[in-house]
């Protein structure tokens, strides 16, 4: 397979930049897909809730689900940026806590995102006087879509990219790889001068400029970026089926119907958990590591086996309560 059969990611991550004018005034560069994903996802928590509750299958109605959307906004935001920085860049943290805030220079974390909104809803369920496992069943069968989103953003914006691969038609050459030379190609240096000395005939010097040229269609400096990349796995339209497309199959299928009303508490939440840490492991085998290993498996890996520890636990401590209250 010649080089330029496989595609050079050429997406850019704004739905619309800005003018450099009018970003010097607000400071903001553009509305970014990613952010859009959330908001997708936000809203279709949302929708699914009101859906619900319009089929007596959840007693969250009108300002209840806007209070419960707000608990939960503020545990995914909070808890993916938090996680993403303790979890993988905890050094980034470390020597330069304000990095936090500069939310416009990326970095969340989906396991960081889970433990947000446990936190959320457990203040949520003691403020309401609810119980956190009921609050949890319901909140599990909305969070799919918005992995999906996700996803598909973090593949447009040619980030968390795949391992190389010369084995898939559909693999994908991502200029993003440049950024991470410095830490997966030993002889970086020379590969980025050699690279750069033949792009500078388009008086091109930058990764930025480089970036640019590619994205509104520049063949020349495609074809010879192409020449530097690795055909790598879609990794990341790979995790929107497996951690956010099957999830939702699979829980909404279990949601309607089960009868909810006799349904053991917290059984729903151990099953997700469950099933997306095994999605996740399985998709971390195609997805090149954003951080080092840790006992030879990847950090996402590493992290989703307490996931399904938890899950087990609290499907069979669901069980067992659901059965002590039955005798």
């Known amino acids: 397979m010649t080089i330029l059969a496989h595609w050079v990611h050429d997406l850019s991550p704004y739905l619309i930049q800005f003018p450099q004018g009018v970003q010097e005034v607000i400071h ?8 859009l994903a959330y908001l997708a996802g936000f809203a279709s928590a949302y929708f699914l809730l009101r859906h619900y509750n319009s089929k007596g299958r ?7 689900i806007l209070n419960l959307m707000t608990f939960l906004i503020l545990g995914v935001l909070l808890g993916g940026r938090l996680g993403f920085f303790l979890f993988y860049r905890f050094e980034n943290l470390a020597e330069d806590p304000f990095v936090f805030f500069r939310v416009w220079e990326g970095g969340m974390s989906s396991h960081g995102g889970m433990l947000g909104v446990l936190v959320a809803l457990a203040w949520y369920a003691r403020i309401t006087k609810q ?3 009921a609050v949890g069943d319901i909140v599990v069968t909305v969070t799919p879509p918005g992995i999906v989103f996700g996803r598909i953003a973090n593949f447009i914006n040619g980030e968390l990219y795949g391992k190389a691969t010369e084995g898939v038609s559909w693999a994908c050459r991502f200029p993003s790889e440049i950024r991470d030379w410095n830490l997966t190609k030993p002889d970086f240096a020379t590969r980025y001068q050699a690279l750069f000395s033949k792009l500078s005939e388009f008086g091109i010097t930058t990764y930025g400029q480089m970036l640019a040229a590619i994205r509104t269609g520049h063949e020349e400096v495609s074809s010879i970026t192409a020449s530097f990349l690795s055909p790598r796995h879609p990794s990341q339209l790979y995790a929107a089926v497996l951690e956010g497309l099957i999830p939702l199959i699979y829980l909404q299928f279990r949601f309607w119907r089960s009868d909810h009303e006799n349904r053991p508490a917290g059984k729903l939440s151990g099953e ?10 399985i998709g971390e085998i195609y997805r090149e590591p954003d951080a080092s290993l840790i006992s030879g498996i990847s950090r996402g890996q590493f992290y989703s086996c307490f996931l399904f520890a938890g899950g087990i636990l609290l499907f069979l401590w669901s069980c067992q309560k659901n059965s002590t209250k039955s005798a």
Request: charged content about 15%; aromatic content about 18%; proline content about 7%.
């Open 272 to 281: 997700f958990l469950c099933l997306y840490a095994i999605v996740r492991i």
């Open 58 to 64: 959840s007693p969250y109605e009108g300002e209840q």
């Open 131 to 133: 119980s956190l496992l």
């Open 28 to 35: 903001l560069p553009g509305i970014r897909w990613y952010g």
